[in-house]
């Protein structure tokens, strides 16, 4: 089912204390909302996280996994090892993820399959680099980012799959894609899904954009008819603002 969602991805930011202030914020002021909720600390806090969100309709999500079910991969996280904190969704494919470790789209299905082996659910990332936009290439670049990853699960597999169309040259930047250029993009997608797969998998599929949301662009790009809400990364470290981009949302 199609959901509105506002997602923080709080990357590699925040003590433990400062992680609790920042979920305390949020369990005494996001209020009732039809809104899902996810934040994404690092590793070491998603147990506490989990534990302080215990009785609050927020969802702690992981920023990624290993493609391995165990074994001897020093340094690296594992599904099984989030199930066992309570941790059920993972992000995959963040573009920071693809820029600086270097993961490309082999190594992004095969996260995405154990990712659905282990019964998790995904938030998978895409998006263009500026480049692909210059040169008018973007749709093409996005198609291709998606054929070869997403696009490969069965029609089953959907009901764990949220998309976060993410332009790269909008992370953490400042510059936003226009409200347009994303529905744009969100629009083109679901067609794409639709055609591909069927009417109902493309009408309930969430696709949130992701790129330097604010509280004063996040009303504009949420009002659109295919962008069912937002991937967060700067602004879901301030909890004035992150509450203000969920209720631009509702
Ligand atoms: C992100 O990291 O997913 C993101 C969208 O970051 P920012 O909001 O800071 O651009």
Redesign the pocket.
């Given at each position: 089912m199609r959901k509105k969602i506002v997602a923080g991805?709080w990357?590699m930011n925040n003590s433990l204390n400062e992680t609790i202030n920042l979920i305390n914020d949020l369990k005494q002021n996001v209020g009732r909302t039809d809104v899902k909720v996810m934040i994404s600390p690092s590793f070491p806090f998603l147990k506490t996280a989990v534990d302080q969100l215990k009785d609050v309709n927020i969802e702690v999500v992981a920023q990624n996994i290993n493609d391995n079910k165990s074994g001897a991969y020093t340094g690296e996280v594992s599904t099984d090892m989030l199930k066992s904190v309570g941790v059920y969704t993972t992000?995959i494919g963040?573009?920071?993820r693809r820029a600086y470790y270097h993961e490309n789209d082999e190594l992004l299905l095969k996260k995405i399959n154990l990712a659905l082996e282990s019964n998790l659910n995904i938030i998978f990332?895409f998006g263009e680099e500026l480049k692909d936009r210059k040169s008018n290439s973007h749709f093409d670049i996005v198609k291709s980012q998606l054929d070869n990853t997403v696009m490969k699960l069965d029609a089953k597999s959907w009901q764990k799959i949220v998309l976060?169309y993410?332009p790269v040259w909008?992370?953490?930047?400042?510059e936003?894609a226009s409200a347009d250029q994303a529905q744009e993009i969100h629009e083109f997608v679901r067609n794409y899904i639709l055609e591909k797969f069927s009417h109902k998998i493309a009408n309930d599929l969430s696709i949130i954009y992701?790129?330097?949301?604010?509280p004063s662009n996040a009303v504009e790009i949420f009002n659109k008819k295919d962008v069912d809400g937002?991937?967060?990364?700067?602004?879901?470290l301030n909890s004035n603002d992150f509450i203000q981009i969920i209720k631009a949302n509702n």
């Open positions: 991805n990357k992000l963040h573009s920071e990332c976060a993410e909008a992370i953490g930047t400042g936003t992701g790129g330097s949301v604010k937002g991937l967060i990364g700067g602004a879901a």
